[in-house]
């Protein structure tokens, strides 16, 4: 009988913990982040994520004949503290953001 506490009180901290944490793919490719790609302007701020808590900011977009590029600055909350990170979305003609 133990045991199953044990595990049942295990499984409900683990998932305790994943619940306050956004995984790269959630904040790198979030719908608000990539709609704002192809239709915002540079200086452009943005919300997005649970309650829209985080933040982005498009700051410089290049250009060259083969590919547009975005630089973004991202702020959002993880594990109760926030975080800011630069990335960099890039595509082709036609092409979608990597």
Known sequence: MKKYFFILFL???LSGCSGN??????VEYDPSIIKALDTKKDNYVGNFGQNFINKFQIKKTLASDTKLCRIVVIDYKKSNSFKRKTETYCKTKGGSWK
Do not use: C, Y
């Open 11 to 13: 499984s409900l901290i």
């Open 21 to 26: 944490t956004l995984s790269k793919k959630f």
